[in-house]
């Protein structure tokens, strides 16, 4: 029987599955004080995450009931099964709630049982699903639709979105300061985060801008649209996509742009994916080739196309192919990552917008997980982290009175180097001034560089 250290405020939490997602929960999850056990069958990967986190390791099958209760599942408080089996990770969770009290998070991918989600949760009774190619694939397709954007992350179901870009040599907004926005252009964004020379800041009224500066600012997507426009930047949607690979992400990808109505062409090395393509997306051009061969690129019309997406498993060739593809086009660039390790050498490649599925995975779960651990009237809804991790974007959904409602924002005492960024209320998406107030059923969006929050009111001092 394993002996489980108690931690004051943190959650007993299995990980099934110790590959690049499993890695990454422990990492970010351990940092945040919970008692962490990771499971996979390799004895090597569960020495070598027990020994880089200092979390406790089980060697064997995280769905026998033997296995998790080695593991100390009658002691846990959740269960993440992210292993590359999406029935392995359905029984993990299964078993688990036959034979403990605790919650449930599964790792699912094939688009067959993307559409069956709902059913599979409440059948199950599983806390939540996540689909991380799914949710990157629709990323990618919101920097499509919008495609100056460096990052659009999604909030409030949709009503809201933070949108980063780089200020350009000569922009409108190169020597603004913040609190000019509104006098020369418009009160309708509000400008949340800044990056300059890796350090990041959460702006006030007198900070001025400058070209090279890599800005996020939050805005609903029209407004977001018309400011663009405003600063000179091109927000018509691209009309063509030419994707290298075609596993799930390109599936859910293509799906999703043809929909739109964009035209999408996809290259694959393997005939049987191709035939399976040919059947699943119709509307799509199927190209069996060699979509690391820059002849066939050429042949294929990567010259005149309006976006490009390297797909493939392997990290190098898709950063290869998207710096190729930046000196023989003007193609708009999403380039997925699989391993974060050299975030900041790939920041400072010209990759366009750099998507990496894991983080969906993981901040879906953070979020879940930090609700879970605070008060229960906490309510985190969104979290994203933002420049490398050293800002969180969050989306808390008010749920009681507290210090924070009915008192003008101007009148709170708020932490430093924290922005609350929009309020929903009613429906309308608010961007804040002093006047405004926060109202019980509300949703607010919090930016801030202090990490960790867990509720609403951590905000306050």
């Not at 949709?158 to 000019?180: C, H, S, T």
């Not at 900070?207 to 426009?229: C, E, I, R, W």
Request: glycine fraction near 6%; proline fraction near 3%; charged fraction near 25%.
């Amino acid at each position: 029987m394993k002996i489980r250290r108690q931690s004051d405020a943190g959650l007993n939490i299995i990980i099934v599955g110790a590959g690049k997602v499993g890695r990454t929960l422990v990492e970010q999850l351990s940092k945040e004080g919970h008692d962490i056990t990771i499971v996979d069958k390799n004895p090597a990967k569960v020495r070598d995450i027990s020994n880089d986190y200092d979390v406790m390791g089980c060697v064997g099958n995280g769905a026998s009931y033997t296995t998790q209760s080695e593991a100390g599942i009658n002691d846990a408080d959740l269960i993440i099964a992210v292993t590359e089996s999406d029935e392995l990770n359905l029984l993990c969770c299964t078993i688990a709630s036959q034979f403990s009290n605790c919650a449930s998070i599964a790792r699912v991918r094939t688009p067959d049982y993307s559409k069956e989600v709902n059913y599979l949760r409440e059948k199950l009774g599983l806390a939540m699903i996540i689909n991380p190619e799914l949710e990157s694939a629709k990323e990618m397709a919101r920097l499509l639709y919008l495609p100056t954007a460096l990052e659009i992350n999604s909030f409030a179901h949709g009503q809201a979105e933070i949108v980063k870009l780089r200020i350009p040599e000569g922009n409108r907004l190169d020597g603004m300061a913040v609190y000019d926005l509104g006098k020369h252009l418009t009160n309708d964004i509000l400008i949340c985060a800044v990056e300059r020379d890796g350090d990041v800041t959460i702006p006030r009224g007198d900070f001025v801008l400058k070209a090279g500066d890599h800005m996020s600012f939050v805005a609903t997507h029209k407004a977001a649209a018309y400011f663009l426009n405003l600063i000179g930047f091109d927000t018509r949607q691209v009309k063509s996509t030419m994707i290298i690979g075609g596993g799930r992400a390109a599936f859910y990808l293509a799906d999703q742009l043809i929909r739109n109505g964009i035209e999408v062409k996809i290259i694959e090395k393997s005939k049987s994916k191709c035939e399976e393509l040919y059947e699943s997306l119709p509307k799509a051009v199927i190209i069996n080739g060699d979509g690391t061969d820059p002849a066939l690129l050429a042949e294929e019309g990567i010259d005149t196309c309006e976006s490009f997406v390297p797909l493939t498993g392997i990290d190098e060739e898709n950063i290869m192919l998207s710096l190729h593809v930046k000196n023989v086009s003007s193609a708009k660039l999403i380039t997925k990552i699989s391993r974060p390790g050299f975030s900041e050498v790939i920041s400072k490649l010209d990759l366009g917008s750099v998507v990496y599925p894991r983080y969906v995975t993981s901040e879906a779960i953070v979020a879940y997980v930090r609700a879970r651990s605070a008060a229960k009237d906490s309510n985190i809804e969104t979290l994203y982290h933002m420049f490398n991790s050293k800002v969180e974007a969050i989306e808390f959904k008010v749920t009681k009175d507290s210090d924070l409602t009915s008192t003008k924002l101007r009148d709170l005492k708020l932490k430093d180097n924290l922005l609350i960024s929009f309020i929903i209320h009613e429906g309308k998406t608010i961007i804040p001034t002093g006047d405004d107030i926060i109202s019980v059923g509300d949703s607010v969006m919090v930016v801030t560089t202090n990490l960790g929050f867990t509720d609403i009111t951590n905000i306050l001092k």
